[in-house]
């Protein structure tokens, strides 16, 4: 834990932070941009996280504990912005055809749960996919040179 305190690993995580919140924001509550933010920090994060590790299974374990933390802030950033409108299903007399959601099903109730379950579950979920792929795509095309030093004696 003091590790990843440290100034090195800090500035990074606030960086993020900032720039998922700003992501969010451009979407305005939408969060198209954040999952594709998680491109970026997959692919910019493995030299951060990983510099002088010389096993891979680490390597990918680091990876998707990196894509587990991108997601949960963005769970959690959803859960503030969408949280508070599931009251909305309790309320019998709720109008969620004028709500502003798109009708994706035939009922206007189940498409504003369907609506929910996207924004609040699914798009973080599709965040830490994207993250995922884009660690694991840096890893195999651009190897940190340990990795590559013991990939080398393993052959």
């Known amino acids: 834990m003091r590790?990843?305190?440290?100034?090195?690993?800090?500035?990074?995580?606030?960086?993020?932070?900032?720039l998922d919140l700003l992501a969010i924001g451009a979407?305005?509550?939408?969060?198209?941009?954040?999952?594709l933010f998680g491109f970026i920090v997959g692919w910019v994060a493995p030299p951060i996280i990983l510099p002088d590790t010389s096993d891979l299974r680490h390597s990918l374990k680091a990876c998707l504990s990196l894509a587990c933390l991108t997601s949960c802030f963005t769970l959690l950033v959803m859960l503030l912005i969408w949280?508070?409108?599931?009251?909305?299903?309790?309320?019998p007399a709720a109008d969620f055809?004028?709500?502003?959601i798109p009708m994706i099903l035939y009922d206007p109730k189940a498409s504003f749960i369907g609506w929910l379950i996207l924004m609040i579950f699914i798009?973080?979920?599709l965040q830490a996919l994207t993250t995922v792929f884009a660690a694991v795509t840096r890893l195999a095309w651009r190897m940190p040179r340990s990795l590559q030093q013991s990939s080398n004696l393993a052959q």
């Open 3 to 18: 590790k990843f305190m440290s100034r090195k690993f800090l500035i990074p995580i606030l960086a993020f932070l900032l």
């Open 27 to 35: 979407g305005m509550g939408v969060p198209f941009f954040p999952i």
């Open 83 to 91: 949280g508070p409108f599931a009251s909305m299903l309790l309320n």
């Open 97 to 100: 055809v004028n709500f502003g």
């Open 123 to 125: 798009s973080p979920a």
